[in-house]
């Protein structure tokens, strides 16, 4: 196992990609907090690593609020001791070209990915740095290199998130912590098979031609990156050994982004 005994922290883990990776880490040995938005959804999380042997706790916590976040993680530190990995991957999308975008959708988009972010990062260091070091983890995306039409509000806030992840790779680094960003392509999730309906709207398309003309059609093989496929760089990137590897940006996107 190669977590064992590490206290993770996952937010949005009540489904999607940050569910994925939380049942991974259980499996490696982790203890894992499920924070999500859905209580009802951690919980279920929660259900999973348990009967699968594994240890976790589910928090509701929104990560734009301030109080919650901070709630959250000293409940992590109060019942398992000290908090090792915080990844931040509560997302969502918005689908819009922005001369129609409304300011609101514009908002509540870098809310939930910057803002939450930060909060969980300021959450987590306080803790790391008392207790000689740790693991932050983002989830970018490959619109964290490059842009796509309709998704103005995602793509500015995953760019602004490698920003993020650099200066507390900077600043974290003289306290043991490291931090990299993962950058996954299209993976199946409810975010996305939302999407699919409402691009091939905006662009006058079908379904079909969404997924092959649009989502996958730079991929070097036509294929959607798997939760397994981001689970395991989420893995990779907390079990590394050393602080050889952090401030970086690593693409799992099945070749559509080559950096
Ligand atoms: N699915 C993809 O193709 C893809 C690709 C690249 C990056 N990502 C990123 O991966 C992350 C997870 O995406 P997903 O596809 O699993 O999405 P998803 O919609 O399946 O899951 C997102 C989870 O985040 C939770 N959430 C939303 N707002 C929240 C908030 N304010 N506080 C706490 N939790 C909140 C939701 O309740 C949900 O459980 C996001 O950051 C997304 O941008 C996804």
Redesign the pocket.
Known sequence: MRLENRIALI?????????AIAERYAREGALVAV????LA?AEDTVAAIRAAGGTAMALA????DEQAVEDGVTAIVENWGRLDIALA?????HIDPIHKLAYKDWCKVLD??LN?AFLVTRAALTRMYKTGGGCMLF?????SMTASPLKSP?VTA?HGLLGLCRAVAKEGAEYGVSSNII??????????EKQIPEQAKELGISEEEVIRDVMLKHTVDGKF?TLEDVAELAVHLAAFPSAALTGQSVVVSHGWHMQ
């Open positions: 937010t949005g883990a009540g489904r999607g990609i940050g569910r924070a999500d938005l859905d959804g916590m929104d990560v734009t991957n509560a997302g969502v999308q939930v990915h939450g989830m970018g995306s490959v619109h995602y995953k950058c996954p392509g299209f993976v199946r999730t409810p975010l996305v990156t």
